[in-house]
Structures are given as structure tokens and as C-alpha cells.
């Protein structure tokens, strides 16, 4: 869902603020393997974080959410969330140009060289399907090889291949965390386009057996229940072959959730049951997960889309969420930042 609902605020704050996690490592990584990936906010934060840092990230898989930067051009802004059938693409590509122009995105230049994954459900609710139209359009434009799937008559959500979890593909599952059984492996299909095509996919009923991660977010960001809106704690799943001290160099994803599945709500559902962490084991990916956190305005702990932490920043580096996922970015590949 794009729109808070209320839920338990105190206890939650309590829930998260008692705990403390340790620092997140840095692996061995291939720099050039960066890619990334999200779902509704989150796809909508993908793009954010693509245009941000598009000189290292050579893939986005964008599902379910609304072109660049939408939510920053005045006369676009209902247009990308209510009519995007009216969105006029130029205006878009003048103001991701303008904040490249000010440095505060990478080049748009580095999209040529990007590949890009779109997916959108045909019967979404909750975002209108021809969004994903204009995202597609954008990155087309901009050079990206882009590899859409707009054909599955599925209800908003992540769409998984059998893997005994999610609802009714065509309808809206709000119970199982927006993860519906249409029969196809978006992880899969996703990871597949961005490496390669060669990676080994997934037998059903195949269980994962890497780590799962805890990290301390605070250090990347401030914990501000009004502003930031993310997590004190962060997780990755780390396939066997990757683990501290292989000499294996293996590849490197984030993934952002939508809302109403961060990890509160949602436990590691997002690893687990979309098929990231097998296709991640298999295939020797690290996967880093962000976690927003559930805020008095953002009760639903969406990403921020729309400028709730500040406008033009919330879409730029120097955004409060894209910076610290920016920072988490540096600390895996073992950099500062
Ligand atoms: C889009 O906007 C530009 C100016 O910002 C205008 O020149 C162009 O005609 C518009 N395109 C459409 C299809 O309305
Ligand atoms: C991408 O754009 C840059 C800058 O315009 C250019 O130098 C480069 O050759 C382009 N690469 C591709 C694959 O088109
Ligand atoms: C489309 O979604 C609505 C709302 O979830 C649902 O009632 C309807 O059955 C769905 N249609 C199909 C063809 O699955
Ligand atoms: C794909 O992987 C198989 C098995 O590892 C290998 O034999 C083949 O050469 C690879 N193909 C490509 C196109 O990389
Ligand atoms: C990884 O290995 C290094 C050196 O052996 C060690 O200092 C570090 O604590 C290890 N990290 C984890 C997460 O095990």
C-alpha cells in the first residue's frame, strides 16, 4: 500500500529502540555487479537509488512503482500516482537532467549502459499498472536495455514459481505480505537479465541453507521517527559460498521491501519467500535488505517516494534514506564513504 494505516506506534518504538545489532562487514564483492531491486515504494526508492549512483549500479528491477523523479516535478506529480496515462516523460527526463546538471545525482549518461527489469501486475489495485508504462518509456529513453514483464494478470504484489507461500496470483494479498503464486519466478527472471542469463534457477522446494544477517542501520542513518523512517536494525542474506573468508568474489544486490512487508511486519518474508535467497544462494549473490521503520506519518513503513524527507533531496545522494543506503553500499564493498 502507498498510505499509512494506523498501527501499535508505542509498542514499536520500544520493539526496536531496546535492541542492538552489531556492525554490518564488508565482503568480498565484485564492484561492478552492483545491482538493485524493489517493490511499490520500494521500486519507486530503486529508482532513486539507480539515478543517485547509476556510475555503479548496472541494473534495476523497478516493480509495481512510478517513474523518476515523479514526486519532485510539479506538474507531474498527481499524473505518476493517480493518471499516469498523462505523464509527459520529457518533463521527467529535464528534472532527473537538472539534478544531474547540480551533481546531485550521477550522470544519466551511465543509463546506457544500465539494464533495467520492469514488472507490473495487470490487475493492480493499488498502483495503476500504466506507471510501469512511463518507467519503461524513461528508461528507454535514457539508453537503458530494458526487459519488462506487463503481462500476467496478477494483483500488486511480488509474483513467485510454486514456492508453497503466496496468494491467489490475480488478487490482492495483503495477508501474505503482496507475495501472489502466478507461476513465475520474478527473482529468478530478474537476477537472470541482469548476470547474464546463465544463472541456475531454483528446483521447487529448494531451501536455501546461507546466513541471515543482522546489522545495525543506526550508524548509516539517524533513528528519526518523523524524518528518516528506517530501521535501527538492517539484514542481508549471505549464500554459503560468500561467507567471511572465502576467497570466492561473489555479486552484489539490494533489495528494497514495499510497505506493510519491512521486517517488523513482515519477519524475513522478503528473503525467503520470493525466491531472493535461493536464487542468491545458487548463484553465489550477497543480498543486502534495507528496513524502513513504521513512524507516526508512516505507519505503514513505506519508502519515502514522495519528499517526506525533504524535496529535491529525498531523490538525490543527498537524500536522508539514499545516502545511508548509499553508505551500506561502501561498507559492503569495503570503501568509505
Ligand atoms: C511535454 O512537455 C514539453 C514541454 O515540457 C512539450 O514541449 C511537449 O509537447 C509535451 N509533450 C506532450 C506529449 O504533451
Ligand atoms: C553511453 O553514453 C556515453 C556518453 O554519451 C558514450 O560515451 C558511450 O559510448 C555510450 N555507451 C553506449 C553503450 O551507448
Ligand atoms: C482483480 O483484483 C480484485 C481485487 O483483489 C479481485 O477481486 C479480482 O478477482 C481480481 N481479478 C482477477 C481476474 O483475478
Ligand atoms: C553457462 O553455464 C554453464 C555451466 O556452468 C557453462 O557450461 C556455459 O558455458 C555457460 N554459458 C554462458 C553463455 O556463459
Ligand atoms: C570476518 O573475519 C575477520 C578476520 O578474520 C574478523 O575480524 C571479522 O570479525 C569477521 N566477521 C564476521 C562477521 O565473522
Not at 537509488?49 to 519532485?72: D, K, T
Request: with cysteine; proline share 5%; glycine share 10%.
Amino acid at each position: 500500500m502507498w498510505y499509512p494505516k494506523i498501527a501499535p506506534l508505542l509498542f514499536i518504538f520500544a520493539h526496536v529502540q531496546g535492541q542492538q545489532f552489531p556492525p554490518l562487514q564488508s565482503y568480498n564483492v565484485d564492484p561492478t555487479s552492483i545491482t538493485i531491486s524493489g517493490i511499490s515504494s520500494g521500486g519507486a526508492f530503486a529508482t532513486q537509488v539507480h539515478f543517485s549512483y547509476s556510475s555503479q549500479i548496472i541494473g534495476a528491477g523497478i516493480f509495481e512503482a512510478a517513474a523518476y523523479p515523479c514526486a519532485l516535478v510539479e506538474e507531474e506529480f498527481l499524473n505518476c500516482l493517480g493518471t499516469p496515462y498523462k505523464t509527459n516523460i520529457s518533463n521527467l527526463i529535464r528534472a532527473a537532467a537538472s539534478l544531474a546538471d547540480q551533481g546531485l545525482i550521477d550522470p544519466l549518461t551511465n543509463m546506457n549502459d544500465s539494464k533495467v527489469y520492469v514488472y507490473h501486475g495487470m490487475n493492480d489495485s493499488v498502483v495503476p499498472f500504466l506507471s510501469s508504462g512511463n518507467v519503461v518509456d524513461m528508461y528507454k529513453r535514457l539508453g537503458a536495455e530494458v526487459h519488462a514483464q506487463l503481462s500476467i494478470n496478477a494483483g500488486h504484489g511480488q509474483p513467485v514459481d510454486g514456492n508453497g507461500f503466496g496468494g491467489p496470483c490475480g488478487e490482492h494479498n495483503a495477508d501474505y505480505f503482496y507475495i501472489n503464486e502466478c507461476g513465475y519466478n520474478a527473482a529468478y527472471e530478474m537476477l537472470n537479465f541482469f548476470y547474464g542469463e546463465n544463472l541456475t534457477r531454483p528446483e521447487k522446494g529448494y531451501q536455501p541453507d546461507g546466513l541471515i544477517v543482522d546489522f545495525n542501520q543506526l550508524e548509516f542513518s539517524v533513528y528519526d521517527p518523523i524524518v528518516i523512517s528506517m530501521s535501527p536494525k538492517g539484514y542481508l542474506y549471505v549464500p554459503k559460498n560468500c561467507q567471511n573468508g572465502t576467497t570466492k568474489m561473489c555479486r552484489f544486490h539490494i533489495a528494497f521491501h514495499g510497505c506493510n512487508s519491512n521486517e517488523f511486519l513482515g519477519g524475513y518474508a522478503a528473503a525467503y519467500k520470493t525466491h531472493y535467497a535461493e536464487v542468491a544462494e545458487l548463484n553465489d549473490i550477497i543480498i543486502l535488505f534495507p528496513q524502513s521503520a513504521i513512524t507516526v506519518i508512516n505507519t505503514a513503513g513505506c519508502w519515502d517516494f514522495a519528499g517526506l524527507s525533504g524535496v529535491p533531496d529525498y531523490a538525490t545522494k543527498r537524500g536522508k534514506q539514499v545516502s545511508a543506503v548509499g553508505r551500506m553500499m561502501s561498507r559492503i564493498l569495503g570503501e568509505n564513504r
